[in-house]
């Protein structure tokens, strides 16, 4: 009799992974029922009992569901930190315009080496003016009063837009012909990143007042932000420094046979490859730079995770801790999240180019 | 100063890699249209040789000049004699991040500052030429071996080099390949190009070359016109290297 090829539907999936012989079956049973048991769990004390609104924050505590009330009533705090009430407007628009810019950077019309700076610096202006006002008739206000999640969305944004061309500036360097300069990088480079991140913070924030000359103490938040972004660039040269080394040597040859100048290969043949090599790396790297800006809050900074801690720090919500941090977690969530989906898209994306 | 039909004199060449002396006191003038072979055995110095003419790789003492343009330490002269000389490499060495087109065009544009539609539509007349027109719009790692290394000719042609550098074009080729590439660079020949082409294909030395020289051990051991050189070798190690490249 001819043998005939049934496709697997999927049961026969399920029964060959799941249910082959009678261990797998009760160990699929015991897990699938915990598993069910904590995903309800989670939905009556997310959403079935729960109390949503501030108005009803008697209710709370008489079930055993989450009190959302304390989100609903401090969700400003929360998100704009001790920023002037009747000016948080700004603080909003100013982060959807950084939302926007990240979005906008998903178009590959903007990959390319002038329009993409372009854009980003734009939209950190627009997030900057209306932030900080002083001009256009807006108030001003200033840093000490920034704070939750802008603040965060700020810290990482400027660490990014100053960390990423010194990063490959410091790649370069230490790839230079000249040793003493390659040494010398290679030696900077090592040593910023054997520090702890927050101790360089504090040296920036607290130390080097006194050692700098007066016109360039700047604000706290910018000496916090250089160190952070000379930090990221430590790590992200070495990243770049990955990528370019990972290109065979035939590609930077045959640039030069063709006449190219140091600066038409670096731009055009080494660094989009040595970009798209060092993708994954990259995009990690963003990730734990966004949430290392947590770090801010012991140099005394009001981010979206102190301003969590200060939504329930009264009497009032004392309680509603557990509510708070789930918020702030879903905040960082869906901005982690978001950049590594779109990592992985990018990735897609560039394998169908260069295969 | 080289007489004006001379295109490159190498005279007294020496060259290191750290203490190794991989290329011996050379000697070599090649004459505005002629086409050369070089051939010797694994790591006799041909790839230096070649790489030596436009700086891919330094030289020690002696001299090269390419074209009236003496290749010093001057950046000038080497982006001179860059932009005048193409090369073709054996792994071919495309951008893999661009399309066929952009390869060809990149740098036209970047170099000699011609417009993007200039620039394409030379393009597009050399791809005719190593007859891959249809391919422009791919990228590099969607078409064959042969291929590739006829589009490294035409990016290479698009520069319109006076010199033309060939650094075992065909050696990591499969065999049904080979042929579609020699015959471009047949025809380039036909046109009067300079060739300086390194490659163990006998065949096309005896059909195409002017003159072929024989290397060993980073030294010139012997030249002379491919019947003088094939039909009648003085060296002994040439007589040896035929007979194990030609299989008798
Ligand atoms: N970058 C380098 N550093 C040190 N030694 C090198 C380097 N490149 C080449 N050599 C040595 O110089 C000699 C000549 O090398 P070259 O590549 O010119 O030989 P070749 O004749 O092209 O050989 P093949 O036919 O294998 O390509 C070899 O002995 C090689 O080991
Ligand atoms: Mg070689």
Redesign the interface.
Known sequence: MAKTYHRPTLLDHVRTRYFATRLDTAMSVLFGAITLWILWSLLNWAVLDAVFSAADKELCGHDAGACWSVIDARWRLILFGLYPFEEQWRSAIACAAIVLVTALSCVPWFWNARRLPVLWLTGFAVFYVLMAGGYFGLKEIPPQSWGGLSLTIFVFAAVAIIGMPLSIVFALLRRSELPWIARTMGLVIDTIRSLPLLSIMFTFAIVLPFVLPGWLIGDKLYRVIVGYALFFACYQAEIIRGGIQALPAGQEEAAKALGMSYWHRISYIVLPQAFRNALPPTINQFVITFKETSLVVIIGFFDVMASGNAAFGTAEWSFAHIEVYSFVALIFFVFVFALSRYGAYLERRLAVASR | MPATDTAVRIADMDKYYGSFHALKNINLDIRKGEKIVVCGPSGSGKSTLIRCI?K?EDYHAGSINVLGTELDDNLDHI?EI??E???V?Q?F?????MTILENCT??PI??RKQKREEAEAVAMEYLHKVKIPEQADK?P??LSGGQQQRV?IA??LC?KPEIM?FDEPTSALDPEMISEVLDVMVSLAEDGMTMVCVTHEMGFARQVADRVIFMADGEIVEQGTPEQFFDNPQNERTRTFLSQVLGH
């Not at chain 2, 060495?93 to 991040?97: D, E, G, R, T, V």
Request: no cysteine; proline share 4%; hydrophobic share 50%.
């Open positions: 436009n891919l982006d860059r932009r000389t193409g090369m490499f792994h060495n495309l951008f893999p991040h990149l740098a970047l170099v990228f790692g969607q490294a990016r290479a520069m550098l």
